[in-house]
Structure formats: C-alpha cells, structure tokens
C-alpha cells in the first residue's frame, strides 16, 4: 500500500473502515468529491483546530467546501493515488505548538524529511471489492515524529485531539457511503490519473 511506502515506521495510527454498496470506482469519485464542510460537527471540529491560527492572528482553515479535491490548500499535500485502490495525502508540522504548527513539504521530499522537532502525519483512502455489490472504504492515519522531544510533545497534543480525529474519519467514511449508496456519483466523476 502507498501509506506503507511513505511512512512505514509510525508512534501512532488509527483505521476506521465502512461497507459500502458500490464499486471501487463509484467510491473513489465520491471520496474526492464529498464536501466534508457540509457536516455541522466536521466544520465545528475544524473550526476549533483553527483556534490557535485565529488567536495568533494567523490565517487558518478559511475554506467554505472541504474535499479531497481541494484539501491541498490547507497544508495537506497529495503524496501519491492508485486509482480506484488508494489516495495518500500527507502534512509535516508542529501540531502541538499554537503557531507555525505546519510546514510546507513537498511531496517528492516527504520520506526523507527527519528534521527534528517535527511530526509526519499521512492518512490515507483505501478500498477493497467485498463480495458485489459491496466494497470496503477504509481510511488510516499515522504519525511519525522525528526526535523524542516531538514524540512527547504530541504525544499530550494526541491524546486530547486524537478522539476528535477520529470521529471526523468516521464521519467522512459516513459521508461517503451516504452519497454513493443514494447513486449520486458516477465512476468517472473525480477519478484522477
């Protein structure tokens, strides 16, 4: 898998999966271009990580549609895609600290980024054809830091965010499954070579 090639070493990673009646290729279109801002409690979530940025004085999270398509501008970078198998996007910040918490990272200079006092988050999308009409969407993310002081320091920042990660994951795993099963997607929508 892409996550694995990118970050195959990690401090922690969580997975939440979702059957879903539909094809791999039905579910892809839909994980690119599923509004994730159009959830009351994502946008709430959001908007609480984007305290920090706000009470800095530094700009945050401003968009008004959220989706793979375009989490690029948040900080996030797409690092690799097989489509319809798996999307990987990745950050490199200090998510912990009240400013400068991310730093832009190219894609091609992810893997060998070990600067200290830094953490590698990737998270990825992955699906599997179950038996028809069914697949199984499942998205990862994992956090490498690069020193034991990063370790520490997002450790504490983790246990207090990491619940509210997760249910944004099993929120968007929600979304999706709700847009393809009502049949709104077709294959080839938002499917990128």
């Known amino acids: 898998m892409l996550i694995d090639e990118h970050l195959p070493h990690y401090e922690v990673a969580r997975r939440y999966r979702t059957r879903i009646a539909g094809t791999p290729e039905t579910i892809y279109a839909a994980a690119r271009r599923v509004d994730f801002a159009t959830s009351r409690i994502v946008r709430m979530l959001f908007a609480v990580r984007s305290l920090p940025a706000l009470l800095t004085r530094r700009p945050g999270l401003q968009r008004s549609s959220v989706t ?6 948040t ?9 319809p198998e798996e999307l990987l996007i990745g950050v490199v910040g200090r998510f912990w ?3 400068s918490n ?3 990272v190219a894609a ?3 893997r060998e980024f070990h600067e200290p006092g830094y953490a590698k988050a990737v998270w990825n999308f992955s699906l599997r054809a179950l038996e028809p009409p069914f697949s199984e969407l499942a998205t990862e993310t994992r956090v490498y830091c690069t020193d034991a002081r990063s370790r520490k320091r997002f450790k504490t920042y983790w246990f207090f965010v990491g619940p509210f990660s997760g249910l944004i994951r099993k929120i968007m795993l929600s979304m999706i499954r709700r847009e393809v099963e009502r049949g709104t997607v077709s294959a080839a929508a938002g499917v990128h070579a």
């Open 102 to 104: 991310i730093t832009p």
């Open 68 to 73: 793979l398509n375009n989490i690029a501008g």
């Open 108 to 110: 091609e200079r992810f």
């Open 75 to 83: 900080g996030f970078v797409l690092l690799a895609e097989r489509p």
């Open 97 to 99: 600290k009240m400013r």
